[in-house]
């Protein structure tokens, strides 16, 4: 049997994946938490083989969440759930240690697929996306500059491309304006960007946007 555990906010989301789980005899729910605290408590006493995790939970960011968990729970097998899709996170999150990345609205039979896969030890993104890195990597070679971004940097790469403020994105990542500010510094010195008109055009020039 395949233990999984659900983290995400929202109830309908969980229930959605309940019903999806029941589907398949050989998967099992372990448990379920709606934020990160909720998470970590429940993995103290309860056997996980696949999390899947929301990128987005109320308390913490997924990155953080995960590169936590890889830390201190190196043999789960953590498939990604997000919203965004995965030309913005799943590169990054794989590389960060996440099994898999899936796409909020996607197929339930692709999520049972999603799940089996990563369980085995291999790696999931859609075909689609699988496609697009082998051509990226055959056609583009050199790194574009938001590859060389750290994690956080690029998050707030994306933020400030969507026109959200400093005040907003200090909110939603849980960080101070000050750190916020220190991080798009780093971003106009890494990309040679000089204002948010010119990151926002970027991340539509790339493709970053949602």
């Known amino acids: 049997?395949?233990?999984v555990l659900i983290a995400d906010d929202h109830e309908l989301?969980?229930?959605g994946l309940?019903?999806?789980l029941v589907k398949e005899a050989e998967l099992i729910l372990a448990g379920e938490a709606a934020d990160a605290a909720g998470l970590f408590t429940k993995l103290r006493y309860t056997r996980c083989d696949v999390l899947i995790l929301d990128i987005n939970l109320p308390d913490r960011n997924g990155?953080?969440?995960l590169k936590e968990l890889r830390s201190r729970y190196p043999d789960i097998k953590v498939l990604i759930l997000s919203m965004y899709p995965e030309e913005q996170y799943a590169g990054r999150m794989i590389?960060?240690?996440a099994s898999g990345y899936f796409t909020k609205g996607n197929a339930s039979e692709d999520l049972l697929k999603a799940i089996k896969k990563v369980y085995r030890g291999e790696r999931y993104v859609s075909p689609a996306f699988a496609e697009k890195l082998a051509i990226d990597f055959?056609?583009?070679p050199d790194k574009e500059p938001h590859a060389g971004l750290s994690d956080r940097e690029y998050q707030v790469l994306l933020l400030l491309g969507m026109g959200k403020s400093v005040h907003d994105i200090a909110v939603q990542l849980h960080l101070s304006v000050n750190t916020i500010?220190?991080?798009?510094r780093r971003i106009f010195g890494k990309t040679d960007l000089h204002?948010?008109?010119d990151i926002m055009r970027y991340v539509m020039d790339h493709n970053l946007r949602t």
């Open 95 to 97: 590389r960060s240690g």
């Open 13 to 15: 989301i969980r229930e």
């Open 1 to 3: 049997m395949i233990r």
């Open 18 to 20: 309940k019903k999806v």
């Open 138 to 140: 055959l056609c583009h």
């Open 63 to 65: 990155m953080d969440v």
């Open 181 to 184: 500010h220190t991080y798009r």
């Open 195 to 197: 204002t948010n008109a």
